[in-house]
């Protein structure tokens, strides 16, 4: 079973936009959420994580995330693209009492001049 | 980067052949995981480890195998190499403290199956 969803594969967006990176979890329990980005031909770089404090999570590079555990919902957004956000976005779950982290399929950011 | 130091970093082996790669880390974290990573696929979870000779399957496991006979170093072996094991590797490890967590990756291993 699916245990992270995230809703778009690609996301186009013009400098100086908002950003918003979907992802929904399945979880019987407040699991642990992260948001990695992964720069082309690079490794995977942690933006901002949840593990049951502050519902609102602040990351890196002006990046943050809201818990919503009635929407099992856990999106990342930012409020001005810039075009060093290009890259790819994944949405990571590490379920109550378990060992797996599972990854999203991730999310393309193209950011448009 | 945790200390975590993936070898080799690239790789091009023959159909049929074995191969290991191996993940190093110098931070005595507990939990090791082997991730391969392929377009349209994110990142897929191969086996994992969360202790010395404790170890288990993620969700594509067959076709490969893994050891932990030390805290600092988590194998990945691939028995008999297919093209379908083409792909990029990636080691991560995952630190606990005080009941917070972080995992941590290493550099990716590219491994070409021909």
Redesign the interface.
């Known amino acids: 079973a699916q245990s992270v969803t995230?809703l778009d594969?690609h996301v186009s967006v013009s400098e100086g936009t908002p950003v918003l990176l979907r992802c929904n979890y399945s979880s019987s329990y407040s699991p642990?959420l992260?948001w990695?980005v992964q720069h082309p031909n690079k490794?995977?770089q942690?933006l901002l994580?949840y593990?049951s404090a502050a519902t609102l999570v602040k990351g890196i590079n002006g990046f943050e995330a809201e818990f919503k555990k009635s929407e099992t919902s856990f999106h990342l957004t930012k409020p001005s693209a810039h075009m060093s956000d290009a890259a790819e976005y994944?949405c990571?779950v590490?379920k109550a009492a378990g060992?797996?982290?599972?990854?999203?399929?991730?999310t393309r950011v193209l950011v448009k001049p | 980067d945790a200390g975590i130091t993936q070898s080799p970093r690239h790789k091009v082996t023959e159909t049929g052949t074995p191969v290991t790669l191996r993940c190093h880390q110098t931070e005595n974290h507990r939990y090791m995981y082997w991730y391969r990573q392929d377009p349209g696929h994110g990142l897929r979870l191969i086996h994992y480890s969360y202790g010395v000779k404790d170890t288990d399957k993620g969700e594509v496991s067959d076709g490969y195998s893994v050891s932990r006979s030390k805290t600092e170093d988590f194998l990945l072996t691939l028995e008999s190499a297919t093209s379908s094991q083409t792909s990029v590797y990636f080691c991560a490890v995952r630190q606990v403290l005080l009941g917070d967590t972080e995992a941590f990756f290493g550099q990716g291993t590219r491994l070409t199956v021909v």
Do not use: D, E, I, M
């Open positions: 995230q594969s642990s992260f990695y490794g995977l942690l994580k593990t994944f990571v590490l060992n797996k982290l599972t990854f999203g399929g991730g």
